[in-house]
């Protein structure tokens, strides 16, 4: 059953990983695309690889969401072209850092609250009066296992992705009364830019997060993505948390098997 042919939806983040996933599975259902990174030479090779290979139309935009002013000129820009997303998909983030809270870097701390909590936030007040407005849409929020349990040094990621799970909650609740649904995936460990990113862009330390086990890919993140997109309407499935089998939770990972 294919239930988003047609839709439009407007991805965050879409230039690598778990949003890129995304992207590429909506567009292989002939779904319409919104694809927003800082990353705009990528966003482009996407366009132009999933428009030839789908025949669907993808507008791509130049986004840093932590910028609000940014954030609502894009989303006029929409609607001043008539263009309702049917679909947000709210997954811009990122990890900065792995320290104890008394030791944390304030940057770090800075970039992580802005893009996935404020950044979130801001792309989330300026798309859903446009949903309401249509009366229908569907919100997913890329949260994280991290949002459920607390890791050594975690610190201010777990609080920014514990603040994504709430407001999927609070945007559940502030939306009654409407059609649109509001979900939440929670991936454990997958194997995309995440670590590197987390890691300054060290290689060898982000590879490490990922040895004696099979991570999640992050076609396995848009594969639970495209699940609750293609629920039938009256069926809202608020929230996933998905692991790689050998991840039981947040500390216990079984590391048995050599690379
Ligand atoms: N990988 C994991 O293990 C894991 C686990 C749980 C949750 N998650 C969550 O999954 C989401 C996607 O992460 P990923 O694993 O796919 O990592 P990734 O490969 O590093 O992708 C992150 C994406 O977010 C975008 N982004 C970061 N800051 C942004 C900003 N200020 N404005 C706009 N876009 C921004 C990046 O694009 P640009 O750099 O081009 O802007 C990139 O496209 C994040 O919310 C992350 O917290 C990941």
Redesign the pocket.
Known sequence: MNRIKGKTVLI????????KACAEQCAGCQANLIL????FD?LQTLKNDLEKMHGIVVFIHR????VRQDVENFVSQLAARDICPDILIN?????AGLDKLHEGNFDDWERMID??VK?LLYVSRAVIPLMIKAGKGHVVN?G???GHQVYPCGNVYNATKFAVRALTEAMNIDLSGTDIRVSCVS????N???ST?RFHGDTKKADMIYTGYKPLS?DDIADAVLYILNAPEHVNIQNILITPTAQRNIYCVDRRKPD
């Open positions: 965050t983040g879409a230039s690598s990983g778990i949003g927003a990174a800082r990353r990528r986004l840093d969401v932590r997954n811009a983030g990122l990890s893009t996935n950044g890329i994280s296992i991290a991936p454990g460990a997958a995309t830019e995440f990113v992050a």
